[in-house]
């Protein structure tokens, strides 16, 4: 049985990875979903992140395709009390339907709970922040949405500290839904954004930390070790990471895999899970073998060795 953390304040446990929802209907088709999503509650990866944007960047799509295959998958497996389910709004679905307005979010959130064929979200985020709407009218309709019991918690993504910290702010004046978690870019091979005053904000105010692209869009897991080996749907974000530090960080990673019997991706997701703050770092997977980093990177040990070689290749 997996660890759990916690996530934020709200009570909401979860184990020590998330498992990225943002491939099904993507790069994993319905058949494939449904073999990745079976076999991840058999390893206790019981919290599925996802949004209603995905994957609306696919030609033909229109958005809500990764919902609706979690969506059916509940409903045919009858197991939704036994997941954590993780959703966003924001985004773009159609013109002139985007962005965090009470209007916006209450339709969204709707719209959602049908594609996902259930009554309640676990976790529902502001996919990024939207200077143009008052705080206090975003946090409002999400305290609404919880006291209506179609929302447990409420997170954000791709907030900076001062936002983040307003937003906090907001909701302690005026008495509405905190914001438990941020999901922010975070990884060996990015670490800027987070670290530093988003990292202490968090730490202090008990933010759950599930950060996104935690393996870099598969490049840490050492599958693309030249450019030429980029590839494929994420080809264009890896071939970005393949440079002397993307290199250097690989084989930081493979001594550290060597050492302790392990692989690339699952010595990058313990790193992740040693650094402060962070809930659950968020990784998808399409085969039934990366479930198995997934599980193995959640009680990996990594020692004051390999972190300091992590530490000093990732810099």
């Known amino acids: ?78 197991n939704r009390d036994k997941l954590i389910i993780a959703t966003k709004v924001g985004l773009m679905m159609r013109p002139g339907q985007e962005g965090l307005t009470r209007a916006r979010i209450f339709e969204a959130v709707n719209e959602s709970l049908i594609r996902l064929q259930t009554d309640y979200i676990d976790l529902y985020q502001a996919h990024r922040d939207r200077p143009e709407t008052p705080l206090a009218e975003t946090l409002g309709a999400f305290d ?70 935690a393996l870099a869009a598969g490049f840490l897991s050492g599958k693309y070790r030249k450019p030429e080996d980029a590839q494929g749907a994420r080809g264009g974000t890896v071939k970005a990471y393949c440079n002397p530090k993307g290199f250097g960080v690989l084989a930081a990673l493979d001594r550290a895999a060597a050492r302790f019997s392990a692989t690339p991706a699952q010595v990058a997701l313990a790193w992740v899970l040693t650094r402060p703050g962070i809930a659950a770092p968020i990784a998808s997977a399409t085969k039934l073998a990366q479930l198995d980093d997934l599980v193995a990177a959640a009680t990996l040990k990594l020692d004051a060795e390999a972190l300091a070689d992590l530490e000093s290749a990732s810099a």
């Open 1 to 78: 049985m997996l660890p759990s953390r916690r996530l934020g304040r709200s009570g909401i446990q979860i184990p020590p990875v998330m498992l990225g929802g943002n491939v099904f209907g993507w790069t994993a088709d319905t058949a494939t979903s449904f073999r990745v999503l079976d076999a991840a509650l058999e390893r206790g990866l019981n919290a599925i992140d996802t949004a209603d944007a995905y994957s609306r960047w696919l030609p033909g799509h229109n958005g809500g395709e990764s919902e609706a295959i979690i969506g059916v998958w509940l409903k045919e497996r009858k």
């Open 144 to 213: 609404d949405l919880i006291k209506a019991g179609k929302v447990r918690a409420i997170g954000a993504s791709n907030y900076t500290a001062p936002r983040l910290a307003e937003a906090l702010d907001v909701s302690k004046k005026n008495g509405l839904a905190r914001f438990e978690t941020l999901q922010p870019l975070y990884n060996l091979m990015e670490r800027r954004e987070y670290e530093g005053a988003l990292q202490d904000l968090c730490v202090a105010e008990e933010i759950g930390v599930i950060n996104y692209y």
